[in-house]
């Protein structure tokens, strides 16, 4: 969604309030497709100081993500407040900038951006997710299998022996 601030560079206004629903089916991440189950809901405040635009604003919606466990999908809300600066003044060297070329600038990149790095590392479905039996698969959460998972290994035999009472 792209986003005119003409009137602000020009200084014919000194703030713009934006609500919006953003239309996104899904998200790339670097290494997954994110659905997006709810709409992204935007609201932003454009303010303007010197040659920096400076937009505060909350992205509500619900994705779905997979836990990294049990790799079961799973719903995730979305609550993110984010803070980022534009200008379009390419004299201004500041690495925290973000630059444009015109007076519009990509909503939907910058909400994209800011869930991306919002989401935890580890993605779990519930916080005790007993995650899937590295011998046979089966989710755990479901239930316990068969399998012998006394996790014993023989190169440890002699620490074992080390704090036996005998």
């Known amino acids: ?5 003409s009137d602000l560079i020009r200084k014919s206004i000194a703030k713009k309030e934006i609500n919006v629903i953003l239309d996104l089916k899904s998200i790339k991440d670097s290494y997954e497709t994110i659905n997006v189950i709810d709409p992204i ?14 937009l505060d604003g909350v992205i509500v919606g619900k ?12 719903n995730y809300d979305l609550d993110i407040e984010f803070h980022e600066k534009l200008t379009n003044n390419p004299d201004n060297r500041d690495d925290e900038l973000i630059f444009i070329n015109n007076d519009n600038f990509d909503l939907a990149e910058i909400v994209e951006n800011n869930i991306i790095t919002s989401l935890p590392i580890q993605r779990l479905c519930k916080n005790d997710c007993k995650g899937l039996c590295y011998t046979c698969g ?13 996790n014993y290994d023989p190169r440890f035999d002699k620490l074992k022996d080390l704090f036996s009472n005998n």
């Not at 969604?1 to 601030?5: D, E, F, H, Q």
């Open 138 to 150: 089966k989710n755990l959460n479901y239930g316990s299998c068969d399998c012998d998972n006394s």
């Open 1 to 5: 969604m792209i986003i005119n601030i």
């Open 41 to 54: 809901k935007v609201q932003l405040v454009i303010g303007k100081i010197e040659d920096v635009l400076s």
């Open 63 to 74: 994705i779905e993500l997979t836990c990294s466990r049990c790799l079961q999908k799973f």
